[in-house]
């Protein structure tokens, strides 16, 4: 009786017995019926339909897994208790620091900076105190959150967004909620008062206010972008492209120290025809800029500007919105202007006078005639009356004073030539004394200046060192040598004493 229930057990484990040929039969009609949708699609242990389409070595459960199994795709999923698990999207590390509790005096462990249990004094990201928290015990600093391990997926690892609060977005989107909110409050208060003073119609506050609402429901569709044109009708984009007897920019002239064509942005601001001697009214193109500043664009600019300015003061104008309303107030703000000059220049001559400066002849009849006196050939030549001019400076000049007969004297003293410059014709003397400022002691600061001169020019590593040479103290003769070659800057005849 065992051995027969041993061997029983053993045939349950073999592969399952072969099918007759009419059980074969009938498996295999079954399995067309359902390929044509006659017979309903097998259905697996979990109760899901399983493709007829599906060949059986993928539906079938293999016979030395589990023989008594039912045809199931399980095994062709994802198996979950396998799958790896990862953090979810709302999970992410608290920020901050633990607000519940707060220490009082230091714990054994603890940073020795600041006192905080959840890192330590090499990790510490606060200022290092002097005497740290370990020793005086105050100022202990709150605890970090301890910080979960997040597992992240391969998406999760590069999500942008990952850890991000909506709650931020939330406060933009109440703040601009407030403001506009506001914005209505305020109009409707303001037609409320000029409806109260009789200065608004009701019909007229009730057309402003319909397209105030119509302001708002604006759609990009109808808005010609530049360069193409939309068609929120058919949904096609058309092209303006250029007219092919248009001349590009960059051949009209091809110089190429011409002016310059930016390739990405199309634009030549400069004219191109700069170069050839023509002017910008005999050319068909003169440059952007040439376009940009000329017609009614300056009058445009000086009007925007104008806008802006208003609106910085309190008026409510602006140029696209109300372009009547801006350019009466921009006429209106120059008359005034105008009166406000006059106004101010007939006060100042009525306090100070000089009225009588003002009826002056034309600045054309006084430059028109002059009294210098010219000849003239009988030929058209000038004869006398066209000599230079000599420069005049802010010295006086050709006075002769001390007793001098000439513009330039010259002096010798002991053997030295000099000349007499401005600081001596004002009656300054130079004095010397008997024995002093010989000839040699020029000649030596002269040689000298030269050798300084020479020294400066090499480089500071061929230079010969210095420290050798004997140091005492200039003489008189040097000192008085020294003076007298010293330039000074204030002496006007400063600049020619090198030439």
């Given amino acids: 009786m065992t051995e027969q229930s041993n061997t029983e057990g053993m045939v349950g484990l073999d592969e399952p017995k072969k099918m007759t040929r009419e059980d074969w039969r009938k498996k295999k009609e079954l ?26 070595y993928i539906s079938s459960v293999p016979w030395y897994v589990d023989p008594s199994k039912r045809p199931t795709l399980k095994h062709q999923r994802p198996q979950t208790e396998e799958a790896p698990q990862y953090s979810a999207i709302g999970e992410w590390y608290k920020r901050g620091v633990q607000e519940n509790e707060v220490a009082t005096k230091y714990r054994k462990g603890g940073c020795e900076n600041c006192g905080a249990m959840t890192h330590k004094k090499k990790d510490c990201l606060e200022r290092p105190r002097k005497v740290g928290a370990k020793f005086t015990g105050r100022a202990i600093a709150a605890d970090e959150h301890s910080q979960i391990l997040l597992s992240l997926d391969y998406d999760g690892k590069r999500d942008r967004w990952n850890g ?23 109009k409707a208060q303001k037609l409320q008062d000029e409806l109260a003073s009789g200065k608004l119609d009701q019909s007229v506050s009730e057309r402003e206010h319909d397209s105030e609402d119509e302001d708002e429901d604006k759609y990009a569709d109808d808005i010609d972008m530049p360069g193409q044109n939309f068609d929120s009708k058919r949904r096609i984009t058309v092209r303006n492209l250029r007219i092919r007897e248009d001349t590009a920019k960059y051949l009209r002239n091809l110089d190429p120290n011409s002016a310059y064509y930016d390739p990405k942005t199309r634009a030549m601001r400069e004219n191109p025809y700069s170069n050839t001697g ?18 009614d664009t300056i009058t445009m600019a000086q ?36 009166d406000f000059k006059e106004m101010q220049r007939e006060g100042i001559l009525e306090k100070y006078g000089g009225s009588e400066h003002l009826d002056a002849p034309p600045r054309e009849l006084l430059l028109a ?20 001019a000599v420069a005049r400076s802010k010295y006086e000049e050709d006075v002769l004073i001390n007793n001098h007969t000439k513009k330039k004297e010259k002096l010798k003293t002991v053997g030295i030539s000099l000349f007499c410059t401005g600081m001596m014709a004002l009656g300054c003397y130079v004095v010397f004394k008997f024995g002093v400022c ?54 006007p005849m400063a600049s020619f004493l090198g030439q």
Avoid: C
């Fill in 31 to 56: 399995e067309e019926q359902r390929k044509l949708g006659n017979a309903p699609a097998e259905v697996d242990e979990e109760g899901k339909d399983i493709n007829p389409h599906i060949p059986q």
């Fill in 164 to 186: 991000y609060d909506p709650e931020e977005h939330q406060r933009i989107v109440e703040e601009y909620a407030k403001v506009d909110l506001a914005k209505r409050t305020l």
């Fill in 438 to 491: 010989p000839l040699q002691a020029l000649e030596a600061e002269d040689r000298r200046v030269k050798h300084v001169e020479s020294m400066m020019q090499l480089d500071e590593r061929k230079r010969p060192y210095s420290s050798l040479q004997e140091v005492k103290a200039p003489t008189e003769e040097e000192m008085e040598a020294f003076r007298i070659k010293r330039p000074r800057p204030d002496d």
């Fill in 369 to 388: 005639q002059t009294e210098d006196y010219l000849e003239y050939s009988r030929h058209g030549a000038v004869l006398k009356g066209l000599e230079k």
């Fill in 278 to 295: 023509m002017n910008d009214d005999e050319v068909g193109y003169a440059g952007d800029n040439f376009v940009r500043y000329s017609g």
């Fill in 303 to 338: 009007t925007q500007m104008f806008a802006w300015e208003a609106y910085e003061r309190g008026s409510e104008v602006h140029l696209q919105a109300d372009p009547t309303k801006l350019e009466l107030l921009h006429r209106s703000f120059k008359v005034k202007k105008e």
